[in-house]
């Protein structure tokens, strides 16, 4: 028989408030960090971050709780860019080309044409190029980005209004890109009219016909549903587009070391998972986004290439970035233009 004294009760829930703590819930994280990204919840990107939460929960003891925030929650890329500046955002997975507007060399990878397959992609960007990337990064002194770049995909061209099959059929066409030196002058060296909007807009801008066209990954344009407002799908693979997981440099450093270190296994390992998800997502869309009505069409690369190059794209962004760069580039993916 057992007798509770007063004594042994208090202890007993003494102990079971230790171990509710111990698994994370039982109260407030000492540390509580928000992560902001542009993409919906459903895309691989929230699912693997979110993945990432609960395993970093689980393996801080509750310490650390990440707060995912998608769809622009807290504001468009243009905004969030600011906001990881000063750390009123702790994480955010950006494209290296919009933080080009901070960085200049984050753009590189977005180059026309310059990445053939994933190969070699994930060749550069775990290699020689993304360190250089992620040391320019660190050079602002404010943000720097964890190792692994999550994957956007291969870039590929909506409309509503037609199929883009020669570059002639970009003549005059209202495309929306995303804020990004390189995105504009991208579609002005193919002869379209581009109009820089962010992320956040651009589905009530496509609805609303401010915009005839757009360009994204088709992970993008299923998960966002781009597919409601655009009928045709034009396999350009122009460009490879990736995001970086930026943090807060010091809201970074402020965390304990062995944290950190958990955080960034947890997220490092999410961003791989993330690659392998988009990978096999992309393999049934064409079907799948078909089935809903859109129209795909297949196209010769070098037309549009051959375009880039009589417009001057190479030598002009050749020039921007200066030749240590441009060779950093021209190393992993053979000569361009
Ligand atoms: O804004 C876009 O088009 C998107 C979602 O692909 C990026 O974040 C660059």
Not at 39 to 47: A, D, G, T
Not at 129 to 147: C, D, S, V
Request: aromatic share 10%.
């Amino acid at each position: 028989m057992t007798t509770l004294t007063r004594r042994g009760f208090a202890l007993g829930t003494g102990a079971l408030a230790v171990s509710a703590f111990a698994i994370g819930r039982a109260r407030a994280a000492e540390f509580s960090y928000k992560f902001a990204n542009n993409l919906p919840i459903s895309h691989p990107l929230n699912v693997r971050a979110q993945e990432a939460a609960n395993k970093i929960r689980e393996e801080t003891g509750g310490r650390f709780d990440l707060q995912i925030f998608p769809s622009s929650q807290l504001g468009s890329d243009t905004d969030t860019l600011g906001q990881i500046r000063s750390g009123a955002v702790d994480f955010f997975t950006l494209s290296g080309l919009i933080l080009s507007t901070l960085v200049p060399a984050a753009s590189i990878n977005g180059i026309g044409f310059a990445f053939k397959d994933y190969d070699t992609v994930w060749t550069a960007m775990d290699g020689k190029l993304g360190a250089f990337i992620r040391g320019e990064i660190e050079k602002t002194g404010t943000i720097l980005a964890l190792e692994k770049i999550w994957d956007n995909g291969f870039r590929q061209t909506t409309t509503s209004t037609k199929a883009i099959a020669t570059p002639d059929d970009f003549a005059g066409l209202k495309i929306r890109v995303p804020p990004s030196p390189l995105w504009t002058a991208l579609f002005k060296a193919f002869g379209a009219a581009p109009t820089t909007i962010n992320f956040n807009e651009t589905y009530n801008a496509l609805q609303s016909k401010i915009v005839d066209g757009e360009e994204n990954p088709l992970a993008v344009i299923d998960t966002a549903k781009l597919y409601e407002v655009q009928s045709h799908c034009s396999l350009t693979n122009h460009m490879w587009d990736g995001f970086w997981l930026l943090a807060n440099k010091s809201n970074w450093e402020a965390l304990p070391e062995d944290v950190r270190t958990v955080v960034s296994k947890h997220l490092n390992a999410a961003g791989l998972n993330e690659r392998a998800d988009i990978a096999t997502l992309t393999t049934g869309l064409q079907t799948s986004l078909a089935a809903k009505g859109m129209k795909f069409n297949t196209v010769d690369p070098a037309p549009f290439r051959d375009k880039l190059k009589s417009a001057g794209f190479y030598k002009e962004w050749k020039a921007k970035y200066g030749d240590k760069a441009w060779a950093a580039l021209e190393d992993a993916v053979g000569a361009l233009g």
